[in-house]
Structures are given as structure tokens and as C-alpha cells.
């Protein structure tokens, strides 16, 4: 939970501390209400940090390529993985007392910072997993308001029935969910995010799959290796594929809870990088494969690509565009408890700080999860879509966790450890994300007023 404490004399001063260890070696500060703290391993800590970064996001990855041609994206791809690997590294660095995000955002800018993060953590989380449930929903049921535009898997196998319905579908998936959201312990999952992770490789195996159907049968081309501006409203417009990227690497209010329980909390550097290699490979992957199977047909979300009425995949067996629909939604749904947890943990700091231990309350912690997903299940019902919503979450939630605040903690660098090249590092990634995102959402609200609504803008969700 986030700790108040001023930092120590002796920790501030001119350096004296630099790179002593920040937490003790072996984990343990907040023992789980089991008694299995400190006992997770790095390939479980591999497992959950994969399963927190490949989410949603990696719908709109082929979208991105669409826009920023194939080489620039990867290269983007890239550039956001180091950055992320290097926002990680300032986080755990500046770890002292409380492990957790809000801890640290507490130690450099007092309760309100941590009070901020907390509020920036909840409203991206709650924007993430709404856009989960929609997903599902899409999947399985079809579109929100019925029609033939966006057809679901049951649908298309049993006909339109009362348990085939949106509002069903969503209940059936909270009620497979319950288990999972339950449990106390991030390291618990590991298991369901082993399987997330096989899925998601599934889905790329079944989309290369198609993509060398369709480049054998002449129905797909090689993708383009650079954007074509004459798809854009303008050449600002590429700055939108950025937020995009950005929300698919934010993870970073996980780091610190699958951290915890680890037996050797310095191992989580190690879990981290391995994990951005891993995303990163799986995400330049799908958008490649998905970019080459549709080109410039590929839709904001490419699983709707997918169904029978886009005609994207022409000649390829309806049986396996189901199986990558379906392989990416029941990936969402084992990914959806891991987000939940962070977004429970960060509701309860913000609401309720000072309290004991959010696991050690079991009435608080069910209480407020029974709330979290009534509120989440009211969202996805209500709201047919939020992909616009994510493309300026992406810009102004997900950037400010991901990019501004660890650059700040560094700048701000209460505990005097921070050296010049860090420093310089952090003001760097605060510039890019203020530029690339103040880009990206005027680009956004420029085409939004002129009705420029094209096939090669991101945000045509």
C-alpha cells in the first residue's frame, strides 16, 4: 500500500547511497494471507508481466502498421519496448517502503502524486477491461445492436437465441471470471497467464496460418514498408499509430505486485526484459501477418477482420477465422483478472488509505470487487464502443503512466541517486510523450471536426 514516510536523511543527501539494493534481496515485506510471499518464481513473473503487457492493444498493432508502414512500425515497436524496459528500471531503482507504484509516486510528489497515479492507474484500467468485455461481446455475440455488420461466433452457429444475446454472453463471462478475480495473490495467476500468453501465440500462428493461404491463393500482397501519405488526413496523422503502441507496453502498475513475490525481488529486471523481448516479437508479428493478410482493408480492430461478413479472408475456411477470433477473446478473458487486480489495488489506495492490507480485509476485498465488476459489466452494456475513448486514453492515460510519471520520480530524485545520463534519459521520454501525444490528440480532434474520417487513421474504430 503507499507509504507516506519521507525518504531518510541519509538517503538524500549527494549520493552516498547509489546503487545500494532498495528493497531487501529476499521478498517479503507484505507477506500474502497463505504465507506463500516470496516464493513466486521468474518464470512466473515472466508469465504475468506477458500476460499484463499483450492485452487488447495488440488488436490495433496491424492498424498501426497500416498507417506507419511496416519498418517504421517495427522500429516503433522497438522504441517503445526500450523505453518501457527503462521506466521499469527508474521504478524499481526508486523503490523504498511501500512496493507499489503509488509508494514511489508518494516518496517524490507526497499523497497528492500518489493520489494522482492512483486516479490515472484506475481510469486506464477501467477503459482497458470495458474495451475487454466489448471485445468479448463482439466476438461471441456480435456488435452491439444486432445487424449483420459485425456477426458473432454464436450467432453465426446457432442463429440469434436469447442465450446467444450480448447482455448473456457478458453474465456467462463474469461468471467464469469469479473465480480468478478472487484470488488474493497476483502470483496465483500464473497458471491462467501461461495459457493467456499460449493463446495469443495460438492467434499468431493461425493469422501467419491464413496469411500464407492468402499469399498462395493471390488474394494478399506484401504490405508496404513505408506509409503512404496519400491514405492520410495529414502527415500528422502518423503520430496517432504512438499512443497505440505506448497502451500496448503499459504494464507498469504490475510491476510491483508480481515484484513482491518474487524470492529474489532483483530478478524481476531480468522477468522484465524478457517479457518486452517476448511482447515485442508477438506484436510485430500479428501486425505484420495481419497488415499482409488485409492490407489496407485492416480495421482498427482487427478481429473484426475475422468475421464472415468482412470478406477480408476470402477462401479461408470459417472454421479457422473462428478459432482466431475465438482464441483472442478467451485470451482477454484470463488477462482480464490480472488487470483487475491492479485496478482494485489502486481504487482501494485511492479510497481507502491507511488501511490494513487490502488481502487481510477479505469483506473490503470482495466488497470492492463485487463493485468493480458491476461497474465494468454496466460499461461494456452500455457503451457499443470505446475504441476512441482508448486512442485518447492511449495519449493521456497510458503515456502519463508509462512515460511522464517514472520520468518525473527521476527528476525529482528525492533520494540523490539519480545520475546525469538518468536524468537526461527521463527528460527525454517526458519530451517525447508531451510532443508525440499533444501530435496525436490534435491530429485526433482536427480530423474528428472535418469529418476526415479515412482508411488509413488508427483511430477509425
Not at 123 to 132: D, H, P, R, S
Not at 420 to 438: G, W
Amino acid at each position: 500500500m503507499v507509504s507516506m514516510n519521507p525518504p531518510s536523511s541519509g538517503s538524500a543527501g549527494g549520493g552516498s547511497t547509489a546503487e545500494a539494493p532498495l528493497l531487501p534481496e529476499h521478498a517479503g515485506l507484505e507477506p500474502a494471507p497463505d504465507g506463500g510471499a516470496g516464493s513466486a518464481s521468474v518464470l512466473g513473473a515472466v508469465f504475468n508481466v506477458s500476460t499484463s503487457v499483450v492485452g487488447a492493444g495488440i488488436m490495433s498493432i496491424p492498424a498501426a502498421m497500416r498507417v506507419l508502414g511496416v519498418a517504421p512500425a517495427v522500429l516503433l515497436i522497438a522504441g517503445v519496448a526500450v523505453l518501457a524496459n527503462a521506466a521499469v528500471d527508474f521504478m524499481l531503482r526508486y523503490t523504498r517502503g511501500a512496493p507499489s507504484y503509488a509508494g514511489i509516486m508518494g516518496d517524490a510528489f507526497g499523497r497528492a502524486g500518489a493520489a494522482l497515479l492512483n486516479v490515472f492507474v484506475a481510469f486506464n484500467a477501467f477503459g482497458t477491461l470495458t474495451v475487454y468485455l466489448i471485445i468479448i461481446g463482439d466476438v461471441m455475440s456480435g456488435a452491439a445492436g444486432g445487424g449483420d455488420g459485425h456477426a458473432g461466433v454464436l450467432p453465426e452457429w446457432f442463429g440469434r437465441q436469447w442465450w446467444t444475446g450480448r447482455e448473456v454472453v457478458l453474465v456467462a463471462a463474469a461468471v467464469i471470471l469469479l473465480p480468478l478475480v478472487l484470488r488474493k495473490r497476483v502470483d496465483s495467476l500464473r497458471y491462467t497467464s501461461a495459457i493467456s500468453i499460449l493463446l495469443a501465440v495460438v492467434f499468431m500462428l493461425i493469422s501467419f496460418g491464413i496469411a500464407v493461404y492468402a499469399l498462395f491463393t493471390g488474394t494478399a500482397k506484401m504490405p508496404r514498408m513505408l506509409p503512404d501519405f496519400s491514405r492520410l488526413f495529414s502527415p500528422f496523422e502518423l503520430f496517432t499509430a504512438v499512443p497505440v503502441i505506448v497502451v500496448a507496453f503499459t504494464f507498469h502498475f504490475n510491476v510491483h505486485p508480481i515484484r513482491a513475490e518474487l524470492s529474489k525481488t532483483s530478478d524481476m529486471k531480468a522477468a522484465v526484459r524478457v517479457s518486452l523481448v517476448l511482447c515485442a516479437a508477438i506484436y510485430a508479428a500479428v501486425g505484420f501477418f495481419g497488415f499482409l493478410l488485409f492490407g489496407d482493408a485492416t480495421m482498427a480492430d482487427v478481429l473484426a477482420n475475422f468475421d464472415r461478413s468482412s470478406g477480408a479472408a476470402v477462401g479461408v475456411p470459417q472454421a479457422l477465422n473462428d478459432a482466431a477470433r475465438l482464441s483472442y477473446a478467451l485470451h482477454l478473458v484470463l488477462v482480464f483478472p490480472l488487470l483487475l487486480f491492479s485496478l482494485r489495488v489502486n481504487v482501494d489506495e485511492l479510497l481507502f488509505p491507511g488501511r490494513r492490507p487490502l488481502a487481510a480485509d477479505t469483506r473490503r476485498f470482495v466488497s470492492l470487487t463485487a463493485v468493480l465488476m458491476a461497474v465494468l459489466y454496466a460499461l461494456a452494456i452500455a457503451i457499443p464502443s470505446i475504441w476512441t475513448l482508448f486512442e485518447y486514453s492511449g495519449s493521456t492515460f497510458a503515456v502519463t503512466i508509462s512515460l511522464i510519471f517514472p520520468g518525473a520520480i527521476v527528476l525529482r530524485d528525492v533520494h540523490g541517486i539519480a545520475k546525469r545520463k538518468d536524468k537526461a534519459l527521463a527528460a527525454t521520454m517526458i519530451i517525447l510523450a508531451v510532443i508525440t501525444s499533444s501530435i496525436a490528440i490534435a491530429s485526433n480532434i482536427m480530423s474528428s471536426i472535418s469529418d476526415k474520417v479515412r482508411g488509413g487513421r488508427v483511430g477509425n474504430r
